[in-house]
């Protein structure tokens, strides 16, 4: 069984997790100026709860984030791991999670960081690194995009 804590302010929310061996902790980080409606963050958590596993045969540990973004419908659109957790079991499971689970739909595109520890909880550290790392993909993926559709055909 998973024990959950919910820690919550407008700009960002902490989604927490922990199940036997494996914890799980999801950072949602709402899309600029949308703040993440009331039950976004619970129905994400129960989601993953119901969705994450460890990789069998292993007693490694590690700690994988990654930037989940998903569109208006709860649909994901990209999942990026943005820090891996040194296993590629571990990293492989943290992208199949993040498709695995069902984002309620809330109007607006958001991007989230999950921070899915294996064999270990996440650390506070950890998670607002997580969520630090995620803020930064999500600048960059903004200022990528802004240079593809504003670049102009040479000739």
Known sequence: MFNT???SNVATSIVGAAFCSVAALA?????????????????????????????VNTDSKGVATVAVSIDGNGSVSDVNIVQSSGHISFDRE??????????????????MAMVLGFNQPA????????KQLVDAYRTDRRQLLANKTTAQPVG
Do not use: C, M, W
């Open 94 to 111: 943290a992208i199949r999670t993040a498709h695995a689970v069902r984002y309620p739909a809330t109007g607006k595109p958001r991007t």
């Open 27 to 55: 950072i949602a980080v709402p899309s600029a100026h949308a703040a993440a409606p009331a039950g976004f963050q619970k129905a994400v958590e129960a989601s993953i709860d119901n969705n994450l596993r460890l990789p």
């Open 123 to 130: 650390t506070s550290r950890q998670v607002l690194h997580g």
């Open 5 to 7: 804590a919910i820690i």
